[in-house]
């Protein structure tokens, strides 16, 4: 939480800088006053301050409700939600727009704490930690992925709480 209340700020004092220096080298020759001042600083500091909150209002989000389905002895919980496309150039990246993705993990059972450790991954992908919790229409996804390679947690970004909607 720190580290991006901290890179907020910096960019906050980037982007308020640039736009300072950019408003700044136009009108230097044209008006010469003090009040000319004041309106770069006020209008650098409230264009960064929006640049930066429209850049921090993430258009993400988890839907609501989460599918379980059992197939043969498992269950397969479905989540699904918005995730920002990946940008090539610069008009894609203002754009932010979003896609629908699934997120699909078996489960062995659709009642009461599943762990980590039991849910299945394929050969080569990491092992999953943390904890599934479900209680009767309600759903806990509290997971993460064994990071080995780097020793740390990755968590998901489905990790949330859903409404169970049985199939």
């Known amino acids: 939480m720190i580290d991006a209340i901290i890179f907020g700020l910096f960019s906050f004092l980037i982007v308020s800088g640039l736009i300072y220096l950019i408003l700044y080298l136009p009108t230097q020759w044209i008006v010469k006053s003090d009040k000319l001042k004041v309106v770069r600083l006020t209008t650098s500091i409230s264009i960064g301050l929006l640049i930066v909150i429209y850049f921090s209002i993430s258009p993400t989000n988890n839907n609501e409700t989460a599918t379980v389905e059992k197939f043969e002895n498992l269950y397969v919980v479905t ?4 995730r920002l496309l990946m940008t090539h150039d610069p008009i894609s990246f203002l754009k932010r727009e979003t896609y629908l993705d699934t997120f699909k993990v078996s489960i062995p059972r659709a009642e009461g704490v599943i762990n980590g450790q039991e849910i299945p991954t394929e050969k080569g992908n990491y092992k999953m930690l943390g904890t599934i919790v479900i209680d009767g229409e309600q759903m806990k996804i509290d997971l993460y992925y064994d990071n080995f390679d ?7 970004s489905w990790n949330g709480e859903y409404k169970v909607k049985l199939k």
């Not at 780097?150 to 998901?156: A, E, Q």
């Open 79 to 82: 989540v699904t939600g918005k």
């Open 150 to 156: 780097d020793s740390i947690k990755d968590p998901l």
